[in-house]
């Protein structure tokens, strides 16, 4: 399920961090599932159990997923009007990125590609037609 660099430069909660987003964004990780508790994880991966908790904190921070004390961290429902903030954010980096690539000779049907190809790995999403 999760595959961790350890020979990366990014640290490995960095990692975890990212890959726990990139399930909940794929809807791999359905809206209110529990995740392995820390311990699990952390057997699993054979990783430090602090280095998951600080994964989940950090999720948790950027309202991915919620916990309840007792029974563990769960994935956050999609709130879009919560993380409106978030959104500005994200919309303006991708801007900023799309520029670049422009910028440096990436043609407008190349991004259009990419585009599509993330949506059909992510399965459609919304369309706007």
Not at 47 to 73: D, V
Request: proline residues 4%; aromatic residues 6%; without cysteine.
């Amino acid at each position: 399920m999760l595959e961790l660099d350890t020979r990366s430069r990014k640290p490995i909660y960095e990692q975890l961090v990212d890959k726990l987003k990139e399930l909940i964004i794929g809807e791999v990780l359905k809206p209110d599932e529990q995740l392995p508790s820390v311990r699990t994880l952390a057997q699993q991966l054979t990783i430090n159990p602090n280095t998951i908790q600080k994964a989940y904190r950090e999720l948790e921070n950027q309202g991915f997923i919620y916990s309840q004390k007792g029974k563990g961290s769960f994935v956050n429902p999609n709130n879009q009007s919560k993380d409106s903030e978030k959104r500005k954010v994200i919309l303006r980096e991708l801007e900023s990125m799309i520029l670049e690539a422009l910028y440096f000779g990436i043609s407008r049907e190349e991004i259009m590609n990419i585009i599509k190809n993330i949506d059909a790995l992510k399965g459609g999403g919304e369309r706007n037609d």
